[in-house]
C-alpha cells in the first residue's frame, strides 16, 4: 500500500482523473471501476473536463459500478444509479453495453451477483478500482464482519451505514440491505484508490491505515494490496502518526 497525502479534495480528485486518464490512454479496453457518493464527485466532473480538453477515447472501456442500496430505484436520486448516469454515463455519452450497474429493484440479487461476477471475469479483472470510505470503514457495502475472500455479495447494512446513507436522500429512505462488489475483487485488481477527504474521515484513515488489519475494519485490507494507494487531503490524514513520511 502507498499513502499520498493532497493538499485540499482537488489535488486529490484532479490526480484520480488523472489516473483514470492515464490508464485509458495506455490501455483503451481498460476495466474501471468506481463508487459513488460525495467523494468521487470531483473526480467525475474532472474527469470529464479531462476527456473533453485532450479528447481521450473512452468509448472502448467498460465500467463497472462498485454497489447499490436494495430496493432504490435508479430515478431515486439517492441511488448509486442516479449518481453515475448524472455525473458520467450522460456527459461522457457511454453506450449501455459499456455499462455494468447492479439492478438493485431485481427479484433476484443473488443473480445481479453472479451477472456482475461474470461480466468482471470475462474481462479479466478490474484494471482500476477507485472507492471511498464508509465512517464504519466500510468499502462499497462491504460492512464490518464481511468476508475478505466475497465476490458480489448482498449484505444486511450496517447501523452506521444506514444513518449516514439518509444524507444522499432527500426526506430520508428506508435502507436494509445493500448489493457490492466484494473484497475479492478489490484483491484482484491491478490498481486500488481509496479516497478520502475532509476531518471527518480522519479516523477511519488512521484506522485503515494505521490499525491492525481485521474484517471488523474491512478498509484495513488495503494495506496488502501491493498496489493500492490511500490517497487523503490534509485534513482526512491528520491523524495519521507517520503522515510527514508521506509527501505528496
Ligand atoms: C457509501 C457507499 C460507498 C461510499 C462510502 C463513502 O455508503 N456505499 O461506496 O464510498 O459510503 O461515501 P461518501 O463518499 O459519500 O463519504
Known amino acids: 500500500m502507498t499513502l499520498k497525502i493532497y493538499k485540499d479534495h482537488h ?12 490508464l ?7 476495466v474501471i471501476c468506481l463508487a459513488s457518493g460525495e467523494t468521487p464527485r470531483l473526480t467525475c466532473r474532472l474527469l470529464i473536463k479531462k476527456v473533453k480538453e485532450q479528447q481521450v477515447d473512452l468509448s472502448q472501456c467498460t465500467f463497472i459500478g462498485l454497489d447499490e442500496w436494495a430496493g432504490i430505484p435508479p430515478s431515486n436520486e439517492g441511488s448509486c444509479h442516479y449518481f453515475f448516469q448524472h455525473e458520467l454515463f450522460e456527459p461522457l455519452q457511454f453506450r449501455s453495453e459499456q455499462i455494468h450497474l447492479f439492478d438493485a429493484l431485481s427479484a433476484n440479487l443473488e443473480d445481479e451477483c453472479l451477472k456482475m461476477d461474470s461480466a468482471i471475469f470475462e474481462r479479466g479483472v478490474i484494471d482500476l478500482m477507485i472507492v471511498g470510505i464508509g465512517m464504519n470503514g466500510h468499502i462499497g457495502f462491504n460492512e464490518p464482519g464481511v468476508s475478505f475472500n466475497n465476490y ?3 449484505i444486511n447494512l450496517d447501523e452506521t451505514t444506514v444513518t449516514v446513507g439518509q444524507k444522499y436522500f432527500k426526506g430520508g429512505a ?24 475532509g476531518i471527518k474521515k480522519a479516523e477511519v484513515i488512521k484506522k485503515a491505515v494505521e490499525g491492525v488489519v481485521t474484517n471488523s475494519f474491512p478498509a484495513s485490507i488495503m494495506q496488502t494490496h501491493a498496489n493500492g494507494w490511500v490517497m487523503a487531503d490534509e485534513e ?3 491523524l495519521l502518526d507517520k503522515r510527514n513520511n508521506y509527501p505528496a
Not at 485509458?24 to 481498460?30: C, E, I, L, N, W
Not at 428506508?174 to 477527504?197: C, E, S
Open 11 to 22: 489535488q486529490l480528485s484532479d490526480t484520480a482523473a488523472e489516473e483514470i486518464i492515464e
Open 24 to 30: 485509458v490512454k495506455q490501455k483503451p479496453d481498460a
Open 152 to 154: 458480489s455479495h448482498v
Open 174 to 197: 428506508v435502507l436494509k440491505q445493500g448489493i457490492t462488489l466484494g473484497l475479492k475483487h478489490l484483491q484482484d485488481a491491478k490498481k486500488v484508490l481509496l479516497l478520502a477527504n
Open 236 to 238: 482526512a490524514a491528520s
